[in-house]
């Protein structure tokens, strides 16, 4: 397919680092990546990315940005034209989450591919495995 394939990490400000087993903190010096951005950009990859033989992926990119998350993929997505939008979903719709749900179901111009994530037992509301 020779796809081209765009990572974004977002970091929200004023927000506790993620709980779930397995999530990554962003860099802590995003307005001057020359600190952290070479190690970080290579854990991320090597854990998130596609295997380095990955079939049909030709070209992979990093992005980091801060701020909202609805507002940053939908800013990305426009801004390099993306085809699909696969985001990592938490499986729950607590009401933050709903919100960056329905905004980017309201407002992307292109799909949207919903990921499950393994769910974090503290994070299960009540009730639910």
């Known amino acids: ?21 397995g999530t990554m903190v962003g860099p802590r010096y995003l307005d001057a990546p020359q600190h952290e951005w070479p190690a970080w950009a290579q854990e ?13 992926v030709r070209r992979v990119r990093l992005y980091a940005a801060r701020g ?3 507002e940053e993929v939908l800013r990305h997505a426009s801004d390099l034209d993306s085809d699909l939008v696969a985001i990592a979903w938490h499986q729950t719709l607590a009401p933050a ?3 960056i ?10 799909p949207l ?17």
């Open 101 to 110: 749900v329905k905004r980017l179901i309201v407002d992307a111009r292109c």
């Open 97 to 99: 989450r709903a919100e």
């Open 68 to 70: 909202g998350v609805a």
């Open 1 to 21: 397919a020779s796809a081209r394939l765009d990572l974004l990490h977002v970091a929200t400000v004023g927000q506790a680092p993620p709980e779930e087993r």
């Open 44 to 56: 991320f990859l090597q854990r998130f990315g596609p295997p380095p033989d990955a079939a049909g």
């Open 113 to 129: 591919l919903f990921v499950p994530t393994t769910r974090h037992p503290s994070r299960a509301p009540a009730g639910v495995p």
